[in-house]
DNA sequence: CCTACCGATCGGTAGG
DNA sequence: CCTACCGATCGGTAGG
């Protein structure tokens, strides 16, 4: 085993009961947010495969060597890439509802699910959502489980509301099956919708709503 | 320019005019098709970049070499994976439309369709629409064209079921973007459906009606 | 973070 | 089809 080194500690071992940030790292943090950045870019458009750690690097302009200075290896990197999606869309899913009011309709719920999800998929600065679902495969098991665990928590959000509105006639599938389908419906935006094309996510929001729902 | 040499023609540059085939041919034939199922195999479930021809050659059980007896390259294998896949599955919907015998309704054409398109992405001994649907990027831009033009053809036949199921009121979205989220529904269950599971494809064919289509 | 480097793997080919 | 091989690229590391 060896003794830490004085200087240069890997920031991807990061020590516990963490002090105040320094300057430099801050500078750390930022920079490896970059790299984020770049790799979630990258791994969407080419594939994490086709992605080599030093396409990653010459986009956060740096040399081939150094991203293994912010993360243990490509592997790590395209886990951090899903994770950090996760938890921000996560977070923002429940703003969207939050900011409902009270007592919205389970249809006006759906509705803000679904718009929120589109914002996630298709929406400016939003490549780690797409990379999450289409990259699955290249995670280690372990990484699949937890990134999973994850996935479930943002997807059980919607049971309820679907649950609602199979009560109430609006969605005539079963629940369980029709959160699949609708997922898929969605996810499968990233293949062909145009942020440039005529139609706006509002106006895709409101078809999406009439060819699931039933009545209004 | 070599002439062309008397014995190991390349059979990736088939000659005109084909004569009757000989006992040989058909051999490399059969040797081409257990290619391109061993490829079709591979590519779905680890991806393009991630499968060598290597790997290919070694589940058709040939040295690593020999795979480019029969295929320019890598990528004329993928190509031939999805332009065959697309082949078949277009005939066969046809057949399934035929099946129906005369003047079905436009709900009875819907169920054929899905039903037929659930059998081609999770049904036994169909890993070829799944390749071309999960890994169009691997093509190059005139490959993709090409195998687009195909897919078109299989999707068009979908657009007068959908125009007439809007006309009745059944769909309750527009014809062109419900395909779209049709198709992303369906497409989608690659990722989660088991046919081993509970679910069978005439109830998962039922969910999928039940959805998107708002009477009955 | 950079420099310099290693071992492994990969698509593809020549020659039979 | 196989054998033997090439050049390129890749993830990752030691040492500063």
């Known amino acids: 085993m060896n003794p830490p080194s004085v200087q240069d500690p890997a920031p991807h071992a990061p020590r516990r009961g963490r002090p105040r940030k320094s300057a430099q790292e801050r500078d750390e943090s930022q920079r490896r947010a970059e790299l984020l950045r770049a790799a979630a870019r990258l791994f969407r458009h080419q594939g994490f495969d086709a992605t080599s750690t030093r396409d990653i690097a010459a986009a956060a302009g740096m040399q081939s060597g150094s991203p293994f200075y912010y ?7 395209l886990y951090a890439v899903m994770h950090d999606g996760m938890a921000l869309v996560t977070q923002a899913q429940a703003q969207a509802l939050q900011a409902l009011g009270p ?114």
Chains 1, 2 share one sequence.
């Open 71 to 77: 993360f243990e290896s490509k592997s790590a990197l």
């Open 103 to 216: 007592r919205p309709t389970a249809r006006a719920r759906l509705q803000a699910l679904i718009r929120h999800h589109f914002e996630v998929l298709v929406g400016p600065a939003s490549d780690f959502i797409p990379v999450m679902l289409y990259e699955w495969r290249a995670l280690t098991p372990e990484q699949r489980a937890r990134i999973g665990a994850l996935k479930d928590r943002y997807e059980a959000a919607w049971m309820p509301v679907l649950v609602s509105l199979r009560r109430s006639g609006s969605l005539r599938a079963r629940p369980e099956v029709a959160r699949l389908f609708i997922f898929g419906a969605l996810n499968w935006t990233v293949q062909w919708f145009d942020p440039h094309g005529p139609l706006s996510l509002d106006e895709l929001t409101e078809q999406a709503l009439r060819l699931f729902l039933g009545d209004r």
